[in-house]
């Protein structure tokens, strides 16, 4: 981690840490979204990260986001950060300025008239479109909203309207950028997850004696902790390269190891962790909510064979060595 890198993500966690609590976290499953963190993430720059610096943001790369939103992830932060940070970096890239307040993405055709289960759509200033042709920036008032919640009953509205004019633009890698910006909130919260159930093992008791003494829950932990490696590793190597096949590779991975937190992290903690008063939740919800944003697991394991299946027997080999340093267009 580069000495920016670490700076940025003691910032955020320190934000983290003064403005978001478990009662804030609640509330966002009530429509309500946490406005001390957005404000202090928005005047420490955190929205325009991407955005270069003549145009008033920071200019960090992804891999720097990336970090962030780790940081993001571990603490259940809700409301739409990859989607302000990512839109502000499409609408710099199209010569615009960055919108002030936070910003809905969503993906669509040229000229959709819906806009299907985009996050926190009815609940932020704009709802940004992007489109094969380019981007469309509109406010969220002009738009027939039906609310509508994700597994961790956040916000994922369908929007009724039409798009306004398209800012003709490249956006052929946003979706694979959005992708692996959410990659690292998932990573936190599976960061996160492991942690707390390390702890939990050592503090529960049963037949007198701690449960992370026993090795059916040693062997759990141990096989979440090779899954939570394993995706850091990959994901962390995506954020840095750009790589489409590493973005796909990590979407991928992540999926398995999102599962393995859900599951393993509940099996740790028994009946504790399904209350909703309890903070595993939070985090193993927002883990099946995310795991399927912008491109499904099975979408990027589909996008990672084809980037292969053309191979012969004596190219297939060489070209996964050398996938991490093939840059995406």
Known sequence: MSENRAFFRETVEQILADTL?????????????????????????????????????IGADIGDSFAILRAMGAAAAPGPIVETMLGNKLLAEAGLDP?????????????????????WGGSVDHVLAVTPSGISLSASATWNIEPALDAADEPRDTLRGSLGAIVA??????????AILRAGQMLGAIEWT?????????????????????????????ELAAHMLASA??????ADAGSETLIAAARSRLGDAADAAI?????????MGFSKEYALNHR?????????????????????????????????????ADAGNRRAA
């Open 21 to 57: 609590d478990q009662s804030r976290i609640e509330a966002s499953e009530q429509r309500a979204l946490p406005a001390a963190l957005y404000e202090a993430l928005e005047e420490n720059g955190v929205t325009r990260m991407l955005v270069p610096e003549g145009q008033g943001g």
């Open 99 to 119: 919108a002030d307040g936070l910003i809905a993405l969503a993906f669509a055709d040229d000229g959709a008239a819906v806009l299907h289960a985009v996050p």
């Open 169 to 178: 633009l490249d956006t052929s890698a946003a979706l694979r950028t959005a």
């Open 194 to 222: 492991l942690a707390r159930s390390i702890d939990y093992a050592g503090e529960r008791k049963q037949f007198g004696r701690e449960i992370s003494k026993f090795q059916v829950i040693q062997q759990m932990l141990a």
């Open 233 to 238: 590793g990959i994901a962390e190597a995506a």
């Open 263 to 271: 599951g393993i992290g509940h099996q740790v903690h028994g009946a």
């Open 284 to 320: 193993t919800r927002r883990l099946m909510a995310w795991r399927d944003d912008f491109g499904s697991v099975q979408f990027w394991r589909r996008c990672l064979a084809g980037g292969f299946v053309t191979c012969s027997r004596e190219e297939f080999w060489p070209a996964i």
